[in-house]
């Protein structure tokens, strides 16, 4: 946790605004220098000072990509990028990292967070998600479309790209698949494209018309395009507000059925099989879904999927108390369903797992479980809630790096001499109990608090900048 404090007059290592980073750090715990002027922390480049050689000691690297991996090495970084693997390494550095437990891999990355920014700042904004994603141990997140404005021409993708100069994590846009995401009009997704937006998704309102679907197939299929879909058919599921079966009925609420999510996986692995196009679907609750998602794979259909480490944790078992931070869409299904989700991440079907980070503010969610919003904050607790839901973090760090920047082809950075230092830090057996101060968000919509967790993330390094937890 970091706190701004005023610094008037502006000693050497304040910036030009006249704000200080102050760390909450136990500086004894972490062997840490005691000279204030070495012990800056970043969670924002808009208020940085270069860091010109940063040493991380004793480091064990998990990075199938990396010639390193499983080794324990003192990494030297200078100018944001990797100098050496010198153990013994005795060069003047402004920070030393030395905390015990530390393991380093290639940095994180999340395919599917709402920042909110522009519109709903009451909520979320960039810079605040950008400190939870930090938080979490992601260095790159892709932003959802669902903004007001809504994200579909290239002037909204370039507003999202500015601000990864003021941030401290790399910002990828989606962008929306038609126009204010109706469902009618195809925007200009080539456009988009061309300005650096890294897939199109219509994120909380899937597309519903076939039609529209097969075109935007055939749109992005010369550019090698990727459309995100979140399934749910809503002609079925209109009036739904947690998973249809003997819960629903036990709890009085209407319910939404399982196959109204996979109706839709249906109909777009067809589609996609029809057009040659690549679909990846975000949010995958059910075990018929997998299982088609399976088939598809099988026949070589271009599709990938991912789910969230609350539909791994959480069943509709958890909903008797009509907990708010617990409504969620795609709603959390039935027991058997968590656990075939976690059968289908061992058996490789699920390619990476995706935090639905959807932040709303206090009076969005105390209310009654009929007129709350559905989603929840995760980016802080998703390599927690994930590790003590059964996923291995070595398969954890695999999926969230090489097989993510895979699917969205996005930039790829190795632990390795001459590499930009893109990295994650985090202590994969550490047990905690999750609180609200772990969470970095504007908002505190998340059902992990109280939670106790497993893997605990520790800071990122992106470049020049430098962030702990």
């Known amino acids: ?10 000693p050497p290592d304040v910036c030009a605004t006249g704000l200080r980073y102050i760390p909450k750090i136990d500086r004894r715990k972490n ?7 070495k012990n800056i922390y970043l969670r924002c480049r808009k208020f940085r000072l270069n860091l010109m050689r940063v040493l991380i000691k004793n480091a064990t690297i998990i990075s199938s990509l990396s010639p390193y991996n499983g080794q324990i090495k003192n990494i030297l970084i200078e100018n944001g990028f990797i100098k050496s693997f010198d153990d013994n390494t005795d060069e003047k550095c ?18 599917f967070a709402n920042f909110c920014d522009p519109g709903n700042e009451q909520n ?32 909204q993708i370039e507003y999202i790209n500015q601000q990864n100069r003021a941030v401290a994590v790399n910002l990828f846009p989606i962008g929306a698949i038609t126009k204010n995401t109706d469902g009618a009009e195809l925007s200009e997704m080539y456009d988009m494209h ?17 039609g529209v679907m097969l075109k935007a197939l055939q749109y992005v299929l010369p550019f090698d ?11 079925i599921s209109t009036s739904g507000l947690m998973n249809e079966g003997l819960n629903s009925t036990l709890l009085g609420l209407p319910g939404k059925p399982a196959i109204a ?30 299982e088609l998602i399976a088939a598809a794979k099988k026949e070589a259909v271009k599709v990938s999927c991912s789910v969230t480490p609350y539909h791994l944790f959480f069943c509709d078992d958890d909903l008797a108390d009509y907990n708010t931070n617990l409504k969620v869409d795609p709603p959390l299904r039935t027991r058997h369903d968590m656990l075939a989700l976690r059968q289908a991440l061992k058996d490789g079907v699920i390619d990476c797992l995706a935090s639905h980070h959807l932040p709303y503010n206090w009076d969005y969610k105390i209310c009654e479980f009929e007129y709350a919003k559905a989603g929840m904050c995760g980016l802080e607790s998703m390599f927690g809630a994930a590790v003590v839901s059964g996923v291995p973090f070595e398969q954890f760090i695999e999926m969230q790096t090489s097989k993510l920047i895979k699917i969205f082809d996005l930039p790829l950075y190795k632990i390795d001499v001459g590499q930009k230092a893109n990295l994650s830090l985090f202590d994969p057996v550490a047990e ?13 919509n998340n059902a992990f608090i109280g939670k106790t967790l497993k893997g605990k993330p520790l800071g990122i390094i992106n470049g020049e900048t430098l962030f702990l937890n």
């Not at 062997?31 to 002027?37: G, H």
């Not at 905690?432 to 505190?444: A, D, G, P, W």
């Open 261 to 290: 999510e996979e109706l839709l996986i249906s109909r777009d692995i067809e589609l996609a099989k029809y057009t040659g196009s690549k679909v990846h679907f975000t949010g995958v609750s059910t075990q018929r879904s997998v």
């Open 124 to 155: 979320e904004t960039i810079e605040t998600g950008a400190q939870a994603a930090a938080a979490g141990g992601f260095t790159g997140v892709m932003l959802m479309p669902n903004t007001s404005p809504v994200v579909y021409s290239k002037t």
């Open 225 to 235: 395009g990727v459309l995100i879909q979140v399934p749910e058919d809503k002609n």
């Open 94 to 111: 402004d920070q030393v990292i030395d905390i015990a437990g530390l393991h380093v891999s290639a940095g994180w990355h999340d395919c």
């Open 194 to 210: 061309r300005s650096g937006a890294v897939a199109f998704s219509d994120g909380q309102r899937p597309l519903q018309s076939s």
């Open 31 to 37: 062997n840490l220098s005691t000279d204030k002027s």
């Open 432 to 444: 905690y109990v999750f609180t609200e101060k772990n969470i970095l968000s504007k908002s505190k």
């Open 1 to 10: 946790m970091t706190r701004f404090e005023l610094a008037t007059p502006r």
